[in-house]
């Protein structure tokens, strides 16, 4: 199948490379000059595991190449599938739908009769109610629309390529398909997933892709909860969660508490649900608390510093890891630089590392007085307590009993509960996690900044809706 992929970020590279991958004839087309320029030189523009790989091997086969803006029209109008793949954040917490509807008024024109249209991008539901109509105002009276797809994608970073290549399900949206043209070329070029194929109205799928990252959301700050409440009665989060996961309608994925969750999807998309229920004077407390209670992870390992250390102002703390999760070097949301940015209001010296070379550089662009070394040893040596912000294996794997020896106080506070509590003491650690039995305060709060905090979310909730649940 020949196919053209319009965007190559995190989404729209991997989309192109394992379709070439099974076999496709894939041009990738990027309007971004420096990140085509990388491409075209064999320099990935972003980390993700086994992409260079995968982009290099298929250009040799000559199954991928990129072109800019100007190879367009000759791309597209020789591609059998036509998938979209660019950006939709505004970068600040909300929707921009600008580009994607500048990228199809410049695409539709130039595809060819019998190709389709895929959308990857993830998309408010109320732009993609517009799609049917837009689509039909682009073909002459009496001709049909051009088969036109969702297939939102749930691909983790990280672990991107075997979700793009295994996923659980194949999500079609249908805006328009007459003939099941779309249907049945998306279903082709997903039978080497050996996935089950969910086929949906346009809005369902979109609401279906948004919901499954707010319900995975939900159960992160779940689990951030019942890690504060553990604590309270001295219980280990870990036991409790093993006890629900045999539970087939609970499971255990997505339970691990600890300094809450960052990246370009789940915030975002949780805030932009929220704004959405306001505008629509929708009831969404659940939400209001998800996203409340993550803002307010971060700050756990303050409360915990200021239980565990004579003074936090003053004192020297390395921060080890800075991406929102391991694998990847994206720092887009990550609870790491709110922990940086807690510490150093709280006039803490911090002293950084991240194994990602991207990730310090961008930690020392947005942080002017923050340390930022090479080396986690260096970050360590002198620390008068070290957190854990990110569980990347060369940090779980670090010789603590080493570190211990090179910090000033060897306490820590593991953000991600990713260190054996047992052996971290063995090694000479004063270790402080997430629902481990620590006891601590969990409603330890600085009053004004909380009472802030809760008001700019509770802000977000209609104060109808507030007034109904109130009275309820
Ligand atoms: C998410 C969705 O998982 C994916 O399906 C969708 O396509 C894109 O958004 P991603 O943002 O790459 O993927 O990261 P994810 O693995 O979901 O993790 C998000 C955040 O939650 C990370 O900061 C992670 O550290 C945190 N997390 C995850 C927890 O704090 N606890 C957990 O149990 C799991």
Known sequence: MRVSVVGLGYVGLVTAASLAEWGNDVVGIEADEARLTALKNGRMPIFEPGLDDLVRSNGIASRLRFVGPDGMADAVAGSDVVM?????HDGNGGWQTDTISQTLDALVPLIRPGAALVIRS????DYVATLGAYMASQSDPGERPIPTMLNPEFTREGTAIRDFMQPDRV???VVTDDDEVGRNALATMYEPSGAPIVVLPAVDASLGKLAANLFLATKI????????ICDTYGANVDNVVTSMSYDHRIGG????????FGGSCLPNQVTMTLLAAQAREVHAPLLAAVKQINEFQPRRVLIALRELLPELAGARIAVLGLTFKPDTDDVREAPAHKIVRHLTAAGARVVAYDPMPRARDAAMAGFPDLAVTASPMVAVSGADAVVLATEWRELRDLDWAAAAELARRPIIVDGRNALDPASMTAAGWTYHGFGRGTQQ???WAEPASIAAAEAAVLSLVPTASLGRSLAE
Not at 84 to 88: C, D, I, L, N, S
Not at 122 to 125: E, V
Not at 253 to 260: D, K, S, T, Y
């Open 84 to 88: 979209v793949a660019v950006g939709t």
């Open 122 to 125: 993830t998309l408010p539901p």
């Open 171 to 173: 999500v079609i949206g």
């Open 221 to 228: 700050s779940f689990a951030n909860e019942l890690a504060g």
């Open 253 to 260: 994925a997505f339970l691990r508490p600890g300094v809450g």
């Open 441 to 443: 305060p969990a409603t």
